[in-house]
């Protein structure tokens, strides 16, 4: 009878060796995306965003998906993205994908849920990873004003089958560009958001009400590539990097102080010195230059009185 008790828990004791060790070999080969999903190396994972609760049609939309090439590979085919409008995307910066889409003439409704944007990435690497994103304009077809009102939920899909659905997406911290106020819940101001994500609402891009340490305005100069600045002394520069959607958001030129300007040629190019340095104009180097045309002026009208004068006592002292 001991004999018989020892062996079965001798047995007991190997088979749970093996599911260990079968345990330790599996954890070992999987991908964990944003501690909700779970996916093997070699595994196709969809990540899908959506949205609704929109109240009215919506004309624009631009956005960015981040993720980390160690461990995802995007597969360029398998994009897929909200139909109607004129819409561009890029895959082949590393680690993000950019999103462009213009609906200007219709519109698009978003009351409902509607696929935003959807892309299905191989898992390269196992360990733990996050898929965040990040909406830089999004404007109400009516106004062009930003979208306020909205809920973005996102799926997961691990080898065609849905592991997740409707959770709220995690915002890209780091985040830069445009007006669209991104919310960690991911719902609008007037739908429960909680805390604005990204440098949109910070001080740098605060320029978009009258704001005076705003250093990037982005009201509508995503696509044209234009500075604006819309009442906020010190604008940055907007610009449209050329390319298939290749959308940049980089800081320009920051005015120094009210009274100085950056010279400009007669395409709006700015002039520079022969070192590379801006040239710029100020008061003071404006007043002596006035001055000095003048003066200039002043000395070729004297010119003139003068050999006038010689003129006419010539031909008198002639006619004597």
């Not at 004791?13 to 060790?21: G, K, Q, S």
């Not at 070992?28 to 959506?50: F, H």
């Not at 698009?108 to 990873?129: C, N, P, Q, R």
């Not at 990037?216 to 050329?242: H, I, K, L, M, Y």
């Amino acid at each position: 009878m001991k004999k018989s008790v020892s062996l079965i828990i001798s047995a007991v004791m190997v088979l749970m060796m093996i599911a260990t060790t079968v345990a330790g070999f599996s954890a070992a080969d999987k991908l964990t995306i944003n501690e909700n999903v779970s996916a093997s190396v070699g595994d196709k994972v969809t990540y899908s965003l959506n949205i609704s609760s929109v109240s009215k049609e919506v004309e624009d939309l631009q956005m960015e998906i981040y993720y980390d090439s160690q461990y995802l590979k995007p597969i360029d085919d398998s994009v897929k993205y909200l139909e109607g409008g004129s819409s561009v995307y890029n895959t082949k910066i590393a680690d993000k994908i950019l999103f462009n889409s213009a609906n200007g003439v219709q519109g698009w409704d978003f009351s409902k849920k509607t696929m935003l944007f959807s892309v299905t990435f191989t898992v390269e690497k196992a360990g733990a990873t996050d898929l965040t994103y990040y909406i830089q304009c999004m404007d109400y077809l009516e106004n062009s004003q930003t979208v306020d009102e909205y809920v973005i939920t996102c799926d997961y899909i691990v080898n065609d089958k849905a592991v997740k659905k409707d959770i709220a997406p995690i915002v890209e911290e780091n985040g830069q560009g445009g007006n669209f106020v991104n919310h960690a819940n991911g719902k609008g101001s007037k739908n429960g958001g909680d805390s604005p994500v990204g440098a949109a609402y910070g001080n740098q891009n605060n320029a978009n009400n009258g704001g005076d340490n705003g250093n990037a305005v982005n009201n509508g100069a995503v696509n044209n590539g234009n500075d604006v600045n819309n009442g906020g002394e010190n604008a940055g520069q907007v610009n449209n990097v050329a390319g298939e959607n290749a959308v940049t958001n980089n800081q320009g030129q920051v005015a120094t102080t009210a009274t100085t300007v950056v010279k400009t040629n007669s395409s709006g190019v700015a002039v520079t010195t022969p070192d590379g340095e801006q040239s710029t104009w100020s008061d003071s180097n404006d007043m002596w230059r006035n001055i000095g045309i003048v003066a200039l002026a002043v000395a070729i009208v004297v010119c003139i009185v003068v050999l006038v004068m010689v003129n006419k006592k010539k031909d008198k002292t002639s006619k004597k």
